[in-house]
């Protein structure tokens, strides 16, 4: 069997383009439009490409994007003010603090003080608990972007067997919580579980967030299963001196027995910010009431 191919990139220029075409309803309504404050701390050239390309994204959206741009050195108490500031600002309805933080800054305490109904990244404690108790809030990007992927692609997945591999509480945790909520039988998979591949063979759908290159093996799934890759892995590449990026999925061997896998780069990140984008959305028109 050869796996047909998820394409996230598509999905998500479709969600960005609907996204889009809401933002003029919402500016007829209100007479603004939403907005996404996005804080970077530090120079990590990671963390200033995606910055870059969320205020990119946002602004295509037709949306407002506020770019807070602090020195490496910056106090907790300096960015607890700032993101004071921006919970008390009406034109502000999505606040996004870029992690990780410098070591000097508790991130934790960070996350705390963003009011949780601006919480666009849904990592406050209120969202993390409203997903686990069935409430309206915000889920995180990613996993929601996951779930997006499956439910396209297999409707309704009530009674499937899921497998999560990875234990985060920014992918694994709150990915697991959806999938129960789409009535799924769910198991996390992490380090310390024994015989992996046994695990991950029960399931119709995986969902792989661990961070180790190309971990999965065609070998451990069910013939069949949809596959979500999560992982940005950056290896060295046959030529050398160069380097490339895979997943947590060895994708070669798993689109021989999965009947749908994503690829990586194109599947699951380009859903991350289409989401971000959803979610700012979604807390502006809660905000208008
Ligand atoms: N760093 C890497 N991914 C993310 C994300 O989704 N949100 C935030 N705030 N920081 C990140």
Same mark, same amino acid.
């Given at each position: 069997?050869?796996?047909e191919r998820i394409d996230g990139k598509a999905y998500a220029a479709g969600l960005r383009q609907r996204l889009a075409a809401a933002v003029p309803a919402f500016? %007829?309504?209100?007479?603004?439009?939403p907005?996404?404050?996005?804080?970077?701390?530090?120079?990590? +050239?990671?963390?200033?490409?995606?910055?870059?390309s969320k205020?990119k994204a946002t602004v295509e959206a037709g949306m407002?994007?506020?770019?807070?741009?602090?020195?490496?050195?910056?106090?907790?108490?300096?960015?607890?003010?700032?993101?004071?500031?921006?919970? %008390?600002?009406?034109?502000?309805?999505?606040?996004?603090?870029?992690?990780?933080?410098?070591?000097?800054?508790?991130?934790?305490?960070?996350?705390?003080?963003?009011?949780?109904?601006?919480?666009?990244?849904?990592?406050?404690?209120?969202?993390?608990?409203?997903?686990?108790?069935?409430?309206?809030?915000?889920v +995180?990007c990613t996993p929601l972007g996951c779930l997006m992927l499956l439910q396209d692609r297999l409707g309704?997945?009530?009674?499937?067997?899921?497998?999560?591999?990875? %234990?985060?509480?920014?992918?694994?945790?709150?990915?697991?919580?959806?999938?129960?909520?789409?009535?799924?039988?769910?198991?996390?998979?992490?380090?310390?579980?024994?015989?992996?591949?046994?695990?991950?063979?029960?399931?119709?759908?995986?969902?792989?967030?661990?961070?180790?290159?190309?971990?999965?093996?065609?070998?451990?799934?069910? +013939?069949?299963?949809v596959?979500i890759? =999560?992982?940005?892995? %950056? =290896?060295?590449?046959?030529?050398?001196?160069?380097?490339?990026?895979?997943?947590?999925?060895?994708?070669?061997?798993?689109?021989?027995?999965?009947?749908a896998?994503t690829p990586?780069p194109g599947g699951v990140g380009p859903m991350t910010i289409a989401v971000l984008l959803r979610n700012t959305l979604v807390?502006?028109?809660?905000?208008?009431?």
């Open positions: 069997m050869s796996a500016e %007829r309504a209100t007479g603004r439009v907005g996404l404050a996005v804080v970077l701390v530090g120079e990590d +050239p990671a963390s200033a490409v995606y910055v870059r205020g407002a994007s506020f770019e807070h741009k602090l020195p490496a050195d910056t106090s907790e108490a300096d960015l607890l003010a700032l993101v004071d500031q921006l919970n %008390r600002d009406a034109t502000v309805d999505g606040i996004l603090v870029q992690l990780p933080l410098p070591r000097q800054i508790d991130e934790q305490r960070v996350i705390a003080a963003i009011d949780p109904d601006k919480d666009v990244d849904g990592f406050h404690v209120a969202n993390a608990g409203r997903l686990a108790v069935g409430q309206p809030g915000f +995180p309704d997945l009530s009674g499937m067997e899921a497998v999560v591999i990875g %234990r985060s509480n920014i992918v694994g945790k709150p990915m697991a919580q959806l999938l129960l909520g789409a009535n799924c039988t769910v198991t996390i998979a992490h380090s310390r579980t024994r015989d992996l591949p046994a695990v991950v063979r029960r399931a119709d759908i995986v969902v792989a967030a661990v961070g180790r290159p190309e971990m999965v093996k065609g070998d451990w799934l069910k +013939p069949g299963a596959v890759d =999560v992982g940005i892995n %950056r =290896v060295p590449a046959a030529e050398e001196g160069k380097t490339r990026l895979v997943g947590d999925v060895d994708y070669a061997s798993a689109a021989e027995v999965a009947s896998i990586v807390a502006a028109f809660r905000r208008a009431g």
